[in-house]
């Protein structure tokens, strides 16, 4: 019978010409491939060996119900995608991988057009049997990587041990790893490759593992307006790889493995992907695009129509790719009928992609070049204010104040410094003021800024506090909000490009307005300042480095949300300047100075310690320089009489933050005292001056009342004041030895700290080994857990072999017996209970010690013999209930070719013996 049906299935093959089908060694449910259509390249799939002709035919007459029955993953024709335009999906997954690999790849049809490209975590010197696994699973070619493959369609890729993998013009590239965190993240380096060759063609699938793989390089995959899957919580053993894809909220599918593969074949088979998309949709789109961005601005409170309209259309046809829809009259209704539609359409509009220190070349020449020349021309004590447009999760802001730090300490100049990073999401920004970003980051970074600007926590690093501090993260709309002002630098990278050309003319007019002369202008390497040179120098065009120069018209730019009652009409205000008189710039500042040096008292400005910032007026009756090393500090400065009332006045202010006036105070000047009222008040109203107070000095009003008195009222007073000059010098004295017990104290607390900082840094190096024992067990154990995994699929797949052969030698009713070296019971079938007297305990018992029901004595020493001289022996022999046997007793080999047993057959032929 089987020679039969080989025969006929042979000449159909050849009648056809149709190849073999390859041979599937798991067992599943056989599914319909769907039939090939017309110019399919691809060969059809032989029909099974028990297809005849008539059930042909009743397939042809009923095609539309064959239709209607076929598996629920459609297979798309191959004719739609070119050897060099089809999707090439990158599949990211660790601990627990194995079994969401098997899930998918069972439900994926083999001749979907696409290539899938497997990444795990493998350590360099284990030898996977992955490939072997996943061949059981799918029909589709499975092929280890090696270095320059090209990658074809319906074929599945697996990434060997201990390599990163890159993909350039559909080539796959192994590298070895470099650095300490290369080997951790093959995920992350691999989709991003894969983003920055396939563009928006490129898909993403996170499934099972520990850790944070595969987040950055999803994030540039986004960026690229590629799609991305995730494995979904409930069906991951190992939640922390999808957990973490989950949390940045650019995920566009979250399902089971088995239910992946259905969704990726519809969205592929979508418009987004196909050669001509834009043909088909641009002038519908271009009737709906409107109405699309009144749904966001109702919903979000933001107008995208400041962007370029290839911009607004991709983005639109990729969300409507995602559902499936492909009428765009269609998608307006989808979105009045889900609201959240419309949020999840505003964040791909937004384009937030970015890294730290993203094109280094650019903060190299900053270090090298740009920051220590502002650096240097600042005056001491000067605050610099930075400005980051558009910084969506904060990279590029931390990684400037970060350079700001190396340059600081490169050139040995220290500044204070405000970094104000702004943007349109509220969730990013929500992200970037926490400042936990995932180990990916590493190869961005670099060694020596992690352990210096960072803090490893699990599988994540924080920003240190000395970093974040200096950088406020707010919302802000660029186009419409008002700008910073007074600022030295601005970094804008890559937002313009998204921009019409008016746009980015209004957004350049700002960013003059706001910068100060000198300010510097970063922008995307695919981003220059066009027509509007003469507001920007170029510094460097390779680096898109620009100086702000001095405009003609400064004011030129508009600034939204200034208030109404301060701004006059057009016409109005023609009208007020013709009436007014001309006056010149130099006649007002002169009038100013009339009015202050008339009417103000002189005075200072201080902060909490007393240091003098300002100067206003003649100072000298109430200041002198102290003898010794020079000071600008008002305490030590102040004459004899004023220095214990100022330090009182200054103390209560700062602690009451009320303004706190002295009458009356003998101040010696030139020999003689005079009385002078002492006023200070904290300074509001103005943010240049925050924590700083006003000290002003007035004669006093009975100075010369008590000038004009006799000489009687002079001795008193030279008495009064010997007498305070006494008490001043005790109180002196007394504070000195405050002092010097103060400054002794200070010098054991100072001793103090150097024992707690050695015991810090003790501590933290033992953390820090800690971390590393941590990681290194996390890796072990994830390597453990794959290797588990397919030695379980070895010990099932063993399982199932075992339970064919005990089936195989049950099925054929022939007694069969194995014995070891030391003639001991090893095996039996069910049919040796009818020759041999066992039971399944007599597993292991030697074979002299059982029951025989044979008519034949010499079993045992006919065993012996042929262990010994490995020649088999065949003998007729007969059961005590009168059943004849052939006995055979065959050495058994092992797949070494080593003997290691006997194997003993009774073959029934009693029926023969009869006839």
């Not at 794959?786 to 089936?807: H, I, S």
Request: with cysteine; net charge positive.
């Amino acid at each position: 019978v089987w020679s039969a049906m080989a025969t006929k299935k042979s000449q159909a093959r050849v009648k056809n010409k149709t190849p073999k089908a390859p041979v599937r060694s798991k067992r599943k449910k056989a599914t319909k491939a769907p039939a090939g259509k017309k110019g399919n390249s691809s060969p059809a799939k032989p029909r099974p060996v028990h297809d005849n002709a008539a059930q042909i035919k009743s397939r042809l007459k009923s095609k539309s119900r064959v239709k209607s029955k076929t598996a629920p993953v459609k297979t798309p024709s191959k004719a739609k995608f070119s050897h060099t335009s089809f999707p090439i999906v990158g599949i990211g997954a660790s601990a627990g991988g194995l079994q969401a690999f098997e899930d998918f790849f069972a439900n994926m049809d083999s001749n979907t057009g696409m290539a899938f490209v497997v990444v795990t975590h493998l350590h360099p010197g284990h030898v996977s049997a992955l490939p072997e696994l996943i061949a059981k699973c799918t029909s589709m070619e499975v092929l280890t990587i090696k270095d320059g493959m090209m990658v074809r369609q319906n074929c599945i890729y697996l990434i060997p041990p201990g390599v990163n993998l890159a993909i350039f013009n559909r080539s796959l590239h192994l590298t070895k790893p470099y650095g300490a965190h290369s080997t951790q993240l093959p995920i992350d380096f691999f989709f991003r490759s894969l983003a920055e060759d396939q563009k928006d063609k490129a898909i993403g699938i996170i499934m099972s593992g520990t850790g944070t793989d595969g987040t950055l390089g999803m994030r540039a995959i986004k960026g690229e307006s590629g799609m991305i899957m995730v494995q979904n919580l409930k069906s991951a053993r190992f939640s922390g790889m999808p957990q973490s894809a989950i949390d940045t909220g650019l995920v566009d599918y979250t399902l089971p493995p088995g239910r992946m593969a259905k969704q990726l074949v519809k969205y592929v088979k979508g418009p987004f992907l196909s050669p001509f998309p834009a043909v088909k949709l641009e002038i519908p789109l271009k009737n709906a695009t409107q109405k699309i961005l009144l749904q966001i601005r109702q919903r979000t409170g933001h107008d995208f129509s400041n962007y370029k309209s290839s911009t607004i259309r991709r983005r639109i046809e990729r969300r409507m790719n995602v559902h499936h829809i492909e009428n765009p009259a269609s998608y307006v209704r989808f979105l009045l009928e889900n609201p959240q539609e419309s949020d999840l359409l505003f964040k791909d509009m937004l384009i937030g992609m970015t890294s730290f220190f993203r094109d280094p070349a650019v903060y190299n020449f900053l270090l090298e070049k740009s920051l220590p020349s502002l650096l240097k021309s600042q005056p001491e004590g000067y605050a610099l204010r930075v400005w980051v447009p558009a910084c969506a999760s904060g990279e590029e802001a931390y990684s400037l104040a970060i350079s700001l730090y190396e340059c600081m300490n490169k050139v040995g100049r220290y500044l204070d410094f405000q970094i104000f990073a702004t943007d349109l999401d509220r969730q990013a920004i929500d992200f970037a003021r926490i400042g936990i970003y995932p180990e990916g980051i590493a190869p961005d970074v670099g060694a020596q800024r992690l352990k210096k600007f960072f803090l490893k926590e699990n599988n994540s690093y924080r920003i240190r506090k000395v970093i974040r501090e200096r950088v406020i993260f707010a919302l802000q709309n660029v186009i419409k909000d008002p700008p910073f002002t007074k600022l030295d630098m601005v970094s804008c990278r890559n937002l313009l490009i998204y921009l019409e050309s008016d746009t980015q003319k209004k957004i350049f007019n700002l960013f003059h307005y706001a910068l100060k002369p000198g300010g510097i202008l970063i922008l995307g390497t695919s981003e220059t300042v066009g027509s509007l040179s003469s507001l920007f120098k170029s510094v460097s065009k390779q680096y898109k480095v620009f100086l702000r120069q001095k405009s003609e018209d400064p004011f030129k730019v508009q600034i939204s949300k200034m208030p109404q009652d301060l701004v006059l009409g057009l016409s109005e205000r023609k009208k007020v300047e013709m009436e007014m008189p001309k006056i010149r710039p130099s006649t007002l500042d002169a009038a100013n100075r009339v009015f202050l040096e008339q009417l103000t008292p002189p005075g200072l400005i201080v902060n909490h310690r007393g240091d003098i910032v300002f100067i206003h007026g003649e100072v000298g009756p109430f200041m002198e320089l102290p003898p010794g090393r020079p000071s600008k500090n008002a305490l030590l400065m102040a004459r004899d009489g004023l220095k214990i009332e100022l330090a009182t006045a200054l103390k209560h202010c700062r602690e009451t933050n009320n303004r706190i006036s002295v009458k009356n105070i003998p101040v010696k000047h030139n020999g003689d005292f005079t009385f002078t009222d002492l006023t200070v008040q904290q300074i509001s109203g103005f943010p240049e001056f925050h924590d700083l107070m006003l000290v002003a000095f007035h004669v006093s009003e009975s100075q010369s009342a008590i000038a004009g008195k006799g000489g009687t009222k002079s001795k008193n007073i030279k008495i009064e004041a010997d007498k305070l000059k006494q008490e001043l010098q005790y109180t002196r004295e007394t504070l000195q030895s405050t002092i010097e017990e103060l400054e002794t104290t200070n010098e054991e607390l100072k001793s103090t700290n150097e024992e707690l900082q050695a015991t810090n840094e003790e501590l933290q190096s033992s953390g820090e080994e800690l971390e590393t024992s941590k990681e290194e067990l996390q890796s072990l154990n994830e390597e453990l857990q794959a290797t588990n995994m397919e030695l379980q699929a070895k010990v099932d797949e063993l399982t199932y072999v075992n339970d064919d052969m005990k089936n195989l030698l049950n099925s054929t009713e022939i007694a069969t017996l194995f014995l070891d070296s030391d003639l001991n019971i090893r095996r039996f079938t069910s049919a040796t209970k009818k020759v041999v007297n066992l039971i399944n305990s007599d597993e292991g018992r030697p074979i002299s010690d059982i029951l025989f029901n044979l008519k034949y004595q010499n079993l045992v020493k006919n065993c012996q013999s042929v262990l010994k001289t490995l020649v088999c022996r065949e003998k007729v022999v007969q059961t005590k209930e009168g059943f004849w046997f052939i006995m055979r007793i065959t050495p058994y080999r092992t797949s070494e070719n080593k003997i290691d047993g006997l194997v003993l057959t009774f073959v029934d032929i009693d029926k023969i013996k009869m006839v």
